[in-house]
């Protein structure tokens, strides 16, 4: 049963709906095909027993005028006999035997009593079965039955070569309708899958996007229609968000830098200041409100893309940071990096590259390492250091805001909690992603993004 219902799950809508049609529909004209012979048979056989009762009748009416011919005149295949109650034949038609009844006496006291008898035709050198109706006639002094046999095997072979045609007939049809419903079925889905491309497009970044709304009113129309009210309210809430966030943030910058200018002059100025780790603060402050401003904006503002030279934007960001505490080695001219291109906002990757420098040089112990190569569709960027690493059990959860493996650590480094949540949400924002790995010792940043081409 489980296996059934993976199966089942893993079909689309379109070949489900296609298979519950095309069954109900075999199941439908193997039905109708049985019930259709069926009645067939039984109206066929019903018309025999019929026509032999019609000339049961009207041979009776012969013997009882005492007009009967000798042969019995009959018209078609019928056989005829007229047996008296010593089951002697008085009378019969051409094709019945003159001497010897059809009939064995318990037979012809039940024809005669109105039931219809079913033989072989052995009895009378006929091939197949015959059907037996019976009359009386005759008076009471001297009882006759008359005795009528028809041959129904032409109406059996009549059965048989239709239930054989319609077998033959019905799987062409169901296939000629499999594939008029396969049309029809993509069709009357085409605007679903139109709300599943607007989905996926909104979902990859564009936050101004609506779905499709299709034409006429009917369910789809109406879904289309509730969940772009739904997209307008979420992205209503989105921008009273990033507003705030980005105002607060904006609001902060002034006095804070205020707040810095103050106390560097103080301290230039030998004032003594409340505390050593005030401006450390003052800077952290800083930093943070620069990091909400960008994860604002980044949310907002549409990507401005171009081909990005990946061995020129490492050596760029590599050279910022001569004076670090450690080196940092970008990779050489001839190394894999110089194939890798990608097509992205540079400003944007160059933060991106910046902030896991910046983690990197803060816990590295003697020197990060900026490589690069080109994957099948992609290129994968590596920041390696030399620290004490990151747990592996932490190593997805450092990627959301806010978060701090020591936040007594990073608060006296000036960690802000939100560097790796920007890179992430940089690399989304390019249909990349990033992770981080184990490097024996330290930790290796790897950035994926999907390989670009060079522009015109």
Do not use: C, K
């Given at each position: 049963m489980?296996?059934?219902?993976?199966?089942?799950?893993?079909?689309?809508?379109?070949?489900?709906?296609?298979?519950?049609?095309?069954?109900?529909?075999?199941?439908g004209f193997t039905l109708g095909t049985v019930a259709l012979t069926a009645i067939l048979a039984v109206t066929l056989g019903h018309s025999v027993d019929d026509q032999a009762r019609t000339t049961a009748r009207d041979v009776a009416d012969l013997v009882d005028a005492g007009s009967l011919a000798q042969p019995v005149p009959v018209a078609g295949p019928s056989i005829v006999q007229v047996v008296d109650d010593r089951q002697r034949v008085r009378a019969s038609s051409p094709a019945?035997?003159?001497?010897?009844?059809?009939?064995?006496?318990?037979?012809?006291?039940?024809?005669?009593?109105?039931?219809?008898?079913?033989?072989?035709?052995?009895?009378?050198?006929?091939?197949?079965l015959l059907h037996v109706i019976g009359a009386p006639a005759g008076t009471s002094d001297d009882p006759l039955t008359v005795v009528v046999a028809l041959p129904v095997d032409q109406a059996l072979k009549s059965v048989s070569l239709l239930r054989s045609i319609l077998?033959?007939?019905?799987?062409?049809?169901?296939?000629?309708?499999?594939?008029?419903?396969?049309?029809?079925?993509?069709?009357?889905?085409r605007p679903v899958e139109d709300l599943r491309a607007g989905a996926e497009r909104i979902a990859e970044g564009g936050h101004a996007e609506r779905l499709p709304v299709p034409d006429g009113a009917d369910e789809v129309h109406r879904l289309a229609v509730t969940l772009n009210h739904m997209l307008d309210r979420q992205e209503a809430a989105r921008q009273r968000q990033r507003e705030f966030v980005?105002?607060?943030?904006?609001?902060?910058?002034?006095?804070?830098?205020?707040?810095?200018?103050?106390?560097?002059?103080?301290?230039?100025?030998?004032?003594?200041?409340?505390?050593?780790?005030?401006?450390?603060?003052?800077?952290?402050?800083?930093?943070?409100?620069?990091?909400l401003l960008l994860?604002?904006?980044?949310?907002?503002?549409?990507?401005?893309?171009?081909?990005?030279?990946?061995?020129?934007?490492?050596?760029?960001?590599?050279?910022?940071?001569?004076?670090?505490?450690?080196?940092?080695v970008a990779p050489a001219?001839?190394?894999?990096?110089?194939?890798?291109?990608?097509?992205?906002?540079?400003?944007?990757?160059?933060?991106?590259?910046?902030?896991?420098?910046?983690?990197?040089?803060?816990?590295?112990?003697?020197?990060?390492?900026?490589?690069?190569?080109?994957?099948?569709?992609?290129?994968?960027?590596?920041?390696?250091d030399d620290g004490p690493g990151v747990p592996a059990a932490d190593r997805e959860r450092v990627f959301e805001r806010f978060t701090r493996l020591d936040d007594a650590r990073s608060r006296d480094e000036g960690g802000t909690g939100l560097g790796l949540a920007?890179?992430?949400?940089?690399?989304?924002?390019?249909?990349?992603?990033?992770?981080?790995?184990?490097?024996?010792?330290?930790?290796?940043?790897?950035?994926?993004l999907p390989l670009g081409g060079r522009s015109a």
């Open positions: 489980r296996r059934l219902g993976t199966w089942w799950g893993r079909l689309t809508l379109r070949g489900r709906l296609m298979i519950i049609g095309v069954g109900g529909l075999t199941v019945a035997d003159g001497l010897v009844s059809l009939l064995r006496p318990q037979e012809i006291a039940a024809v005669r009593a109105g039931q219809t008898l079913t033989i072989d035709g052995d009895r009378a050198t006929v091939h197949g077998f033959v007939v019905y799987p062409v049809l169901v296939g000629g309708l499999s594939l008029l419903a396969w049309r029809v079925v993509g069709i009357a889905l980005a105002d607060a943030a904006h609001e902060l910058r002034s006095p804070i830098a205020n707040l810095r200018v103050q106390l560097e002059v103080a301290e230039h100025a030998g004032v003594p200041v409340p505390a050593p780790e005030l401006l450390a603060d003052v800077e952290r402050l800083t930093r943070l409100t620069d990091d994860l604002a904006r980044n949310e907002s503002a549409p990507a401005r893309l171009s081909v990005v030279e990946v061995h020129g934007l490492l050596a760029e960001v590599a050279g910022r940071y001569s004076a670090a505490r450690v080196p940092v001219a001839g190394s894999a990096a110089a194939a890798a291109v990608v097509r992205g906002d540079p400003v944007a990757l160059d933060r991106l590259l910046a902030n896991l420098v910046d983690n990197a040089v803060r816990y590295a112990a003697t020197a990060v390492t900026l490589s690069a190569r080109v994957l099948p569709g992609a290129v994968e960027i590596v920041v390696a920007i890179v992430r949400e940089i690399a989304r924002r390019h249909h990349g992603d990033v992770t981080l790995a184990a490097n024996d010792p330290g930790v290796r940043a790897i950035v994926t």
